[in-house]
């Protein structure tokens, strides 16, 4: 199993450890970093950024947003990066919700979301094997384009730049059990949201068709302290945001995830109480069970025999949301 380290996107404005963080892991041996973006700082920008001040460790988007860029664009986005770093990019993509996509983007949310991402994935991989002008019929992402608000006018394009691999690394971010089998046939890896080790037979079924070197690269928090309680604390938090603000009471697909893992009526609480605008209380409703399960929180013996969790699934790069370069150390010695 790999480490990879994820920073995930800013908060109200870049994070000046970053570049530490991504040094020190390189200096680990840690195979990747990845970055995120929601509604505010952009996945690709500080990747380029990392990338120029490392020189080995891989480099991913976990995840870059599909309602934020026609496939075309991220595809540009992608074989630039790979370029520049060397052949080290590797592309993460997420789909988000209705909330975000519409909210924030303006786009209608898909009516079919497996079907959006499949033709976004397909016009991405012809941009990237450059065999001749793109071209689909899809649904939602034809090309050229022919809606009857268009001008018919357009052509179908080749790249003008000859992209370094063909078979850059595509993975996307998937949570339910139709989207994670379609991911197993079409992408080269799949991008976890929450994982519990203790559930990893959830999986089974959805994953069945993933050939050999897929990739199932999780994010959990990992942080190195003496008060299990309170090292949960950001765990919690951040699944409070997520259960409670990531989507509407009526379709929010982190809790749907919570609740397929055993806590439905913990999750419904949780998005209760923070809808109705008590984020503190949310934040504590989240079970200490479940904040604990799918992260590594603790002193470093505890650390240790969790660990042997993880690696005793399908998991093949577990990426690390770590607060501090000790952490990451530790992780590093205890995986060796």
Not at 103 to 128: M, N
Not at 142 to 152: A, F, I, L, S
Request: net charge negative; glycine share 10%; aromatic share 8%.
């Amino acid at each position: 199993m790999r480490l990879g380290v994820a920073l995930g996107y800013w908060g109200r404005g870049p994070d000046p450890a970053h570049i530490e963080l991504a040094r020190a892991a390189e200096e680990l041996g840690y195979h990747s970093v990845w970055t995120a973006e929601s509604w505010g700082s952009d996945a690709f920008t500080p990747l380029t950024w990392i990338a120029a001040r490392t020189s080995r460790i891989r480099l991913g988007t976990a995840v870059a947003q599909m309602a934020a860029r026609s496939p075309t664009t991220t595809a540009m986005h992608a074989l630039t990066l790979d370029h520049l770093s060397g052949g080290r990019m590797m592309l993460g993509l997420g789909l988000s919700g209705p909330q975000v996509v519409e909210g924030w983007y303006g786009r209608p949310f898909p009516s079919s979301p497996l079907t959006a991402t499949r033709e976004y994935v397909d016009v991405i991989r012809q941009v990237l094997r450059r065999e001749g002008p793109v071209e689909s019929d899809g649904r939602f992402h034809p090309h050229p384009y022919r809606g009857e608000d268009g001008t018919g006018l357009g052509k179908p394009l080749k790249p003008i730049t000859h992209p370094l691999r063909a078979d850059l690394p595509i993975l996307l971010g998937a949570e339910g059990p139709k989207n994670i089998a379609q991911t197993a046939r079409i992408a080269d890896g799949w991008l976890p949201l929450y994982w519990s080790p203790q559930r990893a037979d959830l999986y089974e079924a959805p994953l069945a068709e993933a050939r050999d070197g897929f990739m199932v690269a999780p994010m959990a928090r990992a942080t190195v302290c003496d008060d299990v309680a309170e090292g949960l604390l950001p765990v919690k938090a951040m699944l409070g945001f997520y259960i409670g603000g990531m989507g509407h009471a009526a379709r929010n697909f982190h809790a749907d995830l919570m609740a397929r893992m055993g806590y439905e009526e913990e999750a419904r609480q949780v998005q209760d109480l923070f809808l109705a605008g008590h984020r503190d209380k949310a934040i504590h409703a989240v079970p200490d069970a479940f904040a604990d399960e799918i992260s590594l929180v603790g002193p470093r013996e505890r650390i240790a025999e969790r660990l042997d969790l993880w690696r005793k699934g399908p998991v093949t790069d577990l990426l690390l949301l770590s607060p501090d370069p000790h952490t990451l150390r530790v992780l590093a010695e205890l995986n060796s």
